[in-house]
């Protein structure tokens, strides 16, 4: 049995306690309303508001919802395709050239060769992105026919060269605090360089591979900086961001309701390609975890 005096102080420790936990709940409280109050003003309300304006009837139309006829053409399809398409290639070869730049420099024992490293992939997101756009494409108009430039492969490169930065961030922030151990370790186990980084490296880093991925696909495929100021005739080579854009027309009711439809479809398509990307490593991490192991 306690004693008065140590029940006395088993109750101060749990009101200290309380009193510790609700000091910090108010503080976390405090620094996250901010956060709360910017999300409501330009995250909430302006998805409301494009909800609103899509299904909204319209003084005028024919039909109910006429808005919507655009998703059942073709060409919106079409655009949205190869959005989609260009996207993925753009954000495959970024995490091709982006994975052993953000490596090299994490790795690296000289600060200054980190402090350049970082300096070349982050100095051009001070630049203005249409003016490295079409800086580019002077450069290779300087170079090569410009009639020629006017190609998925040029629009390709664009994507890359403008949205790498936003993957190599992601990988060397967790690369740069990977434990030396892991390596040593990998090592002690017969593994040789090469299968040391698809066996331990790639997994470690699994989370930032995708949110990089993730990010330049859709910044890639809603740009619409690639066609109109890239390519040299971007009409022939449309994203959906800039199909959006045709239709961001405020003092029309009908092409606001356009814009607002054709933003839920673009939404829906590339969060499931977003959810996807997540998903299927999740679920195969799952099912090897549940498996049976020799």
């Known amino acids: 049995m306690y004693s008065i005096k140590e029940k006395n102080k088993l109750n101060n420790k749990k009101l200290a306690n309380k009193n510790n936990f609700k000091s910090t709940s108010k503080f976390q409280l405090s620094l996250i309303t901010p956060y709360v109050i910017f999300s409501i003003l330009f995250i909430i309300l302006p998805m409301i508001l494009i909800f609103i304006y899509a299904f909204k009837p319209l003084d005028g139309q024919s039909k109910n919802l006429e808005n919507w006829d655009i998703i059942a053409r073709k060409t919106t399809w079409t655009i949205m395709w190869r959005s989609i398409i260009t996207g993925l290639l753009a954000a495959f070869i970024a995490l091709i050239l982006g994975f052993p730049y953000a490596y090299i420099i994490s790795k690296s024992k000289s600060t200054i060769l980190k402090t350049l490293g970082l300096s070349l992939i982050l100095s051009p997101l001070a630049i203005f992105t249409i003016s490295k756009a079409l800086s580019m494409r002077g450069l290779f108009s300087a170079i090569f026919d410009e009639n020629k430039l006017n190609n998925y492969f040029f629009m390709i490169l664009g994507m890359v060269y403008l949205y790498l930065p936003l993957m ?30 698809f066996k331990v490296i790639l997994p470690y880093c699994s989370k930032a591979i995708l949110s990089g991925f993730g990010i330049v696909l859709m910044m890639s495929s809603t740009s619409i900086i690639i066609s109109e100021k890239l390519l040299p005739n971007g009409s022939q080579k449309q994203l959906i961001g ?53």
Request: aromatic letters at 10%.
């Open 168 to 197: 190599v961030m992601p990988l060397y922030q967790v690369l740069k605090d990977m434990p030396k151990n892991i390596l040593e370790a990998s090592e002690d186990l017969g593994y040789s360089k090469i299968k040391s980084v």
């Open 242 to 294: 800039n199909l959006i854009n045709q239709f961001a027309n405020t003092t029309n009711p009908f092409d606001l309701a356009n814009a607002s439809s054709l933003v839920i479809i673009t939404m829906i398509v590339l969060l499931s390609i977003y959810g996807l990307i997540y998903g299927i490593p999740y679920l195969i991490s799952k099912h090897r975890q549940g498996g049976s192991y020799e």
